[in-house]
């Protein structure tokens, strides 16, 4: 829909010399070993990115609109007016296929961006930059069609808001002490999946037995919001359900609605082992 992932081997050597150290370190917060390992196509496209941001007038001006929402920090970009920008195709095209690695890669781009123009390091620590794409119309899906197929791929659903949870925190990151040699490791966790250390393998420890630390433990705001399909009177049948999702808000998207709103959720579909009134699926999503 965007291009393809092909470019030249003079553009991507152009590049590359951005993936220095501090690139690699960057992205590795965004892409965890445990969910998203750092490789050479993740780097590449956070360097092409980090270029864009750092050295084009409409990168520049785009970087410059980071917000900070209560210690959460993002970036809201319009799609459509984005899209027109052409020299990001091999963008387009991951956020087409894995549009988590995309999101992911433009955070690192831009929090490495934002890094290089400040004198206090306020993104260390963990904290990252979320990517909120909204008007984006050509991932529209009505939600009777959300199926299998969509696990993993961004999408917008529109409908009214009937439920909202409380908001609550949600660990995403925490220290281990391995119980025999006394390391400390940190693991991440991707959507708040608890996920200890399963063996130890600093100095030929190979121990499995650890202790959390739990005052190393960071957590960010968290909530769950039910949205209702929107149906035109044409559309209703006769004793049916209106048909409804769950979307996940993390940090600065929690509280940004409440029962009754009209709300276009921008997100990646999830799958969940629990069910849900759409084939067992969920939305982690942008509002």
């Known amino acids: 829909m965007y291009g393809t992932h092909g470019e030249s081997s003079s553009k991507k050597k152009n590049h590359h010399h951005y993936a220095s150290d501090d690139v690699v370190n960057i992205l590795a917060t965004y892409c965890p070993a445990n969910e998203l ?3 050479e196509e993740k780097l590449m496209l956070t360097s092409h990115l980090v270029h864009f941001f750092s050295s084009t007038p409409p990168g520049e001006d785009l970087a410059s609109q ?10 809201s ?12 195709e091999e963008f387009y095209a991951t956020l087409e296929e894995k549009p988590k690695v995309a999101l992911s890669c433009m955070g690192a781009a831009v929090h490495k961006v934002f890094l290089s123009k400040c004198e206090d390091n306020f993104l260390d620590d963990g904290l990252k930059i979320n ?3 909204h008007n984006y119309p050509e991932s529209t899906i009505a939600l009777k069609n959300l199926k299998a197929a969509y696990i993993d791929k961004l999408v917008s659903v529109r409908g009214s808001v009937v439920k909202v949870s409380n908001v609550r925190p949600l660990v995403v990151q925490m220290n281990f002490d391995c119980a025999k040699c006394k390391s400390s490791i940190l693991r991440i966790f991707p959507d708040g999946k608890f996920s200890p250390p399963t063996v130890c393998s600093l100095n030929g420890c190979k121990s499995r ?18 949205l209702q399909e929107l149906l035109r009177s044409e559309d209703h049948e006769e004793g049916r359900v209106p048909r409804t999702v769950e979307c996940e ?6 509280d940004a609605c409440i029962p009754g709103d009209v709300v276009t959720v921008t997100g990646i579909i999830k799958s969940i082992n629990s069910y849900v009134d759409i084939g067992g699926g969920m939305i982690k999503g942008f509002l």
């Open 66 to 75: 980071v917000k900070d929402k209560n210690g959460a920090y993002y970036l």
């Open 209 to 226: 037995t650890f202790n959390p630390i739990r005052s190393s433990a960071r957590a960010i705001d968290f909530q769950k919001i039910r």
């Open 37 to 39: 390992a750092v490789d």
């Open 77 to 88: 970009i319009d799609f459509q007016h984005f899209q027109n920008i052409r020299e990001l």
């Open 131 to 133: 990517i909120r794409l």
């Open 249 to 254: 808000l993390t940090e600065d998207l929690v």
